[in-house]
Every structure is written in C-alpha cells, then in structure tokens.
C-alpha cells in the first residue's frame, strides 16, 4: 500500500506526508467499494489493477464533491476489463 500512496502522491503533485491520512483511507476505501460493490478483489502486486486503483483514487481525489462528475471513458474501460476477468474465473494476479 506504501507504494500505492507514493504513485498517488506523484500523480496529484504532493511531496508533504500532511494528505497521506486521508489518501491512505481513500485507497483503503476504494478497494472495499470494488470488494464488497462491485466482488472484485483488487490485487495491489498486479501491476495493471495497481496502477487502476491509483488512476481511479487520483479521480475521486480530484472529483470529490462536485456534481456527479462522470467516470472518464478509459476508467470505466479498465473497470471493465478487470470485472469480465473476474467473473470468468480469471485470476486477479
């Protein structure tokens, strides 16, 4: 997860540990929204499902409050992807 936070924080330009609470429990949140929503485990050693999990924090970080901003296209694309993969019996790897 450490290295999950240090990609956000580069990806959102914050180099203080001052958001890191509030990232870490974004992070934190979204892999039990896609768990116990959506039943796809989220695996943070697969590269590509890390690298989801970080784009799709990076958008909630950015969108939070606004006016139910829709999920960019190549999001909605990967989520996809990932959840055909696990309901066919793919592994998360």
Known sequence: ??????ILKMRL???TDKRDDYLKS???SLIVEFKEIHGININILNE???MFLI?????RYNYKGED??????HLKWRF?????????GGKNE
């Open 1 to 6: 997860m450490k290295d999950c936070l240090s």
């Open 13 to 15: 330009g914050i180099s």
């Open 26 to 28: 974004l992070l934190k």
């Open 48 to 50: 590509y499902q890390k």
């Open 55 to 59: 784009d799709f924090a990076e958008f």
């Open 68 to 73: 139910k901003k829709d999920i960019p296209r």
């Open 80 to 88: 996809n992807n990932i959840y055909i993969k696990s309901k066919l």
